[in-house]
Every structure is written in C-alpha cells, then in structure tokens.
C-alpha cells in the first residue's frame, strides 16, 4: 500500500482536510433522504394497492422498476437538455424519490422466493423481463423527450 494521496490537493491525514469535504455535502444528504423517503413511500403504497401472490409473477415491482426507469429518461433529458435546475434537484428528485421508489432489492428478492418456491422459470422470466423492460423504458422515454423538445422549439 501507498502512502500518497489519491487527490494531492486534499491530504486527508490532516483531521482538518478530513472534515471539509463533509460540510458542503449535508444539503445533498437532506435531498437525497427526503426524496427517499418520498419514494420508498409510493413504492410501498403500490405494493399495497397491487400484492402479488406468492409464486406469482411480481408485476408491481416490474411496473415500478419499468415506470420509474422511464421517468428518469424524461427527468434527465429535461434537467440536461432544457432547464437548468437547482444544485438539490437531482439528488432529491433523481437520486432520493427515484431511487426510492425503484428498486433492485425487492427484485432480486422476488426471483429468489419464486426459485426457492419452485417457480425457477417465472424467475427467470421476471428476470430478464424486467431488465430489459427497465432499460427500454429509460431509453424510449429520453428518445420520446428530446423528440417533443426539439419540436416544441422548431
């Protein structure tokens, strides 16, 4: 192991350095919690609304994964291409309510309780259908978003 610094500008044995880069991150540790919990809320709430059976194909965390993927298209094309949003926007919005409300740890739950329960191919199934879903979604709705700004501006 090395003793140099990864970043020569911040020595990080000076308890001092140690601190500063800290103290400008609390703002962005508030938004991302806050949209967290926004999140996790509403993805909590359609789990209610819309359980799955137990060896059945979990279609509600498939629809929130594919839903939220596609809002994070839009949210990026418009916060990238179009409107110069405040510093907190994304890491509330994109990261905290966003990564809230989707969710790898409930997928990757499901397909092991339908493996364990004998439904091995269902889990496959959810899967590879939720990944390509989720990376289809985030891709047609950023396509679909810079089409109707370029419109709307020509």
């Known amino acids: 192991m090395h003793s140099e610094a990864t970043d020569p500008d911040?020595?990080?044995r000076v308890p001092a350095r140690r601190r500063e880069p800290r103290r400008g991150q609390w703002p962005v540790i508030a938004a991302v919690s806050a949209g967290g919990v926004i999140g996790a809320c509403a993805r909590y709430e359609a789990a209610q609304l819309w359980p799955t059976a137990a060896g059945a194909f979990p279609w509600t965390t498939l629809w929130v994964n594919v839903i939220g993927c596609a809002i994070i298209g839009v949210f990026m094309v418009v916060i990238t291409d179009l409107w110069a949003a405040h510093r907190l926007v994304r890491p509330f919005f994109g990261t905290g309510v966003l990564g809230g409300f989707t969710t790898f740890s409930t997928y990757a739950v499901d397909i092991q309780r339908l493996a364990d329960g004998g439904h091995a191919r269902t889990g496959l199934l959810y899967l590879a259908s939720t990944m390509l879903a989720a990376l289809a979604a985030v891709w047609a709705?950023?396509?679909l978003t810079r089409r109707?700004?370029?419109w709307r501006q020509s």
């Open 10 to 12: 911040v020595d990080l």
């Open 148 to 150: 109707v700004i370029e």
């Open 141 to 143: 709705a950023s396509n």
